[in-house]
């Protein structure tokens, strides 16, 4: 239920993300000045973010109905499982390799600024084609490098649904290099990249005010961003250490695959929550708004603390009035 709960907030929170970059793009008043690449890769992530929430949720429902003998969830376990085992596998590599597209625009920003054609809408849209069929491709392997030119997918009983078992060492070495290793080695790579040009243009003094100031911006976002690798670096804690626990004693526990679904499950929702903190344009938004909240508070309150302090006074006038003769026109004054 947990998960549920996570990935339904992540879809929530994915969906608003994507209505508020079509809401920019169909105003015709900031089409022209507010919508950037930025925003695209923001989209494109929060579509692998509601893919991957989707295929969760129709693994975690299979769990459900087969733990709990729902017939009508049980339709589930038999509806397409092997490729929902593969389409999950795809929709978790998409994620990475968006951060790989977010990543590459800054590092054209910041370290080829120079060739502006590197970081047009069209360019990287054709990037974001590449993206999703590489996505597909990098994990094909999965489905005839087994024995026999077989699967590595396979029904798992204890967990109602198809997914690579971590008994098999082969299969899972190969989709923690493909899915999780060498996308976040790359994205590792081009920040590092990124943060040693920075330092290295610090130094200069031919560099223009306009370019420092976008490369100022552009770390505070780095910032950010290294937050969300943290995030993306830890969803693949748990598989490493039911793997190595599986090597080392040979025993694997039923509820490992459970917990790994919850953990991406909480991963999932950090990142969609994180698009609107590392996206500059949806973090401006998101601050004014706040800001605009709390100026209306600090109002209330100073508004309620004037208007107790004129009570107050109406009341001690009262009472002066009361206890006062209106015959002494000292006191009165």
């Known amino acids: 239920m947990w998960t549920l709960t996570n990935v339904t907030l992540s879809i929530i929170i994915s969906i608003s993300v994507i209505i508020y970059v079509i809401i920019i793009y169909i105003s015709k008043k900031n089409s022209k000045k507010s919508f950037h690449v930025s925003l695209v890769l923001t989209c494109n992530t929060s579509i692998t973010i509601i893919g991957s929430c989707i295929s969760l949720i129709l693994m975690t429902l299979s769990s459900i109905g087969g733990d709990r003998n729902i017939t009508s969830l049980k339709s589930i376990i038999f509806w397409g499982c092997h490729i929902r085992g593969y389409l999950a596998i795809v929709f978790v590599i998409s994620i990475y390799l968006s951060y790989i597209l977010q990543a590459a625009y800054r ?94 243009k610090r130094k200069q003094s031919t560099v223009t005010s306009k370019l420092r100031r976008q490369n100022k911006r552009d770390r505070s976002v780095i910032k950010r961003i290294c937050t969300v690798m943290i995030v993306l670096w830890t969803l693949g804690a748990p598989i490493s250490l039911f793997l190595i626990t599986f090597i080392t004693t040979g025993y694997l526990h039923w509820i490992a695959y459970r917990i790994c679904s919850l953990f991406m499950s909480i991963s999932f929702l950090f990142i969609s929550l994180s698009s609107l903190y590392v996206t500059p344009q949806i973090y401006k938004k998101i601050r004014i708004l706040f800001g605009c909240v709390k100026y209306h508070k600090r109002h209330q309150r100073v508004t309620y603390s004037i208007n107790i302090n004129i009570e107050r006074e109406r009341r001690i006038e009262s009472i002066l009035l009361e206890y006062t003769s209106f015959t002494d026109p000292i006191i009165f004054n």
């Not at 087994?146 to 396979?154: A, D, E, L």
């Not at 899915?179 to 920075?198: A, M, T």
């Open 107 to 200: 590092l054209f920003r910041i370290v080829y600024h120079k060739y502006k054609y590197l970081r047009t809408m069209s360019t990287f849209i054709y990037y974001i084609l590449i993206q999703w069929i590489l996505s597909f491709v990098f994990v094909l392997p999965i489905l005839f490098l087994n024995k026999n030119s077989s699967s590595y997918i396979i029904y798992l009983s204890e967990d109602f649904n198809c997914a690579v078992s971590f008994t098999n060492i082969r299969g899972i070495i190969f989709l923690t290099l493909a899915v999780y290793i060498l996308p976040l080695c790359c994205v590792s790579l081009i920040y590092f990249w990124i943060i040693y040009d920075i330092r290295r």
